[in-house]
C-alpha cells in the first residue's frame, strides 16, 4: 500500500471508524499515534516517518498532530461525533459549495444538510468547490449566502485547513451556478 492509500485508509480511521485498527478517539477527535501505527502496521509497514510524511505532504491537509506528536487527530469530516475545538469565526459574504447534480433536486427541496457528517462543507471559492464537485460525477456549483445566515443566527467555523462549516443551509440561502 502506498502513502496515498495508507492516508485513505487513516481518514477512514481518524474520521469514521477507529474500531478498525482497535483505537479510540478522545472527546476532541484525538488519537494516540504510537497505537495507531501500531494498529496501521498489523497488516503493511507503517511507521513515524511515513505518518509524518503523510501528515506533512497531504495537498488537502487532512490531519494535525499535537505539539509533541503523540497525538493526531483529522481536521473535519467526522461522522463520528467529536469536538474539534473549532472557534467559530464569523464568514465572507459568500462562499462556496460543489457536489453533483444529481443532488440539485434534493438541495433545492431541503438545503444543504450533513447528512453522515457533523457538518455542512463549505468552499472560499468557485474552483475549488467545482473540484469538490467533480468527485461527485457533473460538477454544480451553489453560492452560499454566509453572510446573511451569519447575521441571521447561524454559526460559521473555519477548520484548520481552510474548509468553511456549519450545522445546515437553509435553501432560502442558496443561490444555484454553473461550474
Request: charged share 30%.
Amino acid at each position: 500500500m502506498g502513502l496515498t492509500e495508507i492516508s485513505r485508509y487513516m481518514s477512514l480511521i481518524l474520521r469514521h471508524k477507529p474500531e478498525v485498527i482497535g483505537i479510540h478517539l478522545d472527546e476532541h477527535g484525538w488519537a494516540n499515534v504510537d497505537e495507531m501505527i501500531e494498529g496501521i502496521s498489523r497488516t503493511q509497514e507503517f511507521n513515524m516517518e511515513m505518518l509524518e510524511e503523510i501528515v506533512r505532504t497531504d495537498s488537502k491537509q487532512r490531519y494535525s498532530f499535537n505539539e509533541d506528536k503523540t497525538l493526531i487527530r483529522a481536521n473535519q469530516g467526522h461522522s463520528i461525533p467529536v469536538d474539534v475545538e473549532l472557534e467559530e469565526t464569523e464568514p465572507p459574504e459568500e462562499l462556496w459549495h460543489g457536489t453533483g447534480v444529481k443532488y440539485e433536486e434534493s438541495i433545492d427541496a431541503q438545503g444543504l444538510i450533513p447528512k453522515s457528517r457533523l457538518y455542512v462543507h463549505l468552499s472560499k471559492d468557485s474552483e475549488t468547490a467545482t473540484q469538490v464537485g467533480k468527485r461527485h460525477g457533473k460538477p454544480r456549483l451553489y453560492v452560499v449566502k454566509a453572510g446573511a445566515m451569519y447575521r441571521d443566527g447561524y454559526k460559521f467555523y473555519l477548520s484548520k485547513n481552510g474548509v468553511w462549516l456549519t450545522k445546515e443551509v437553509p435553501a432560502k440561502y442558496l443561490e444555484k451556478t454553473d461550474a
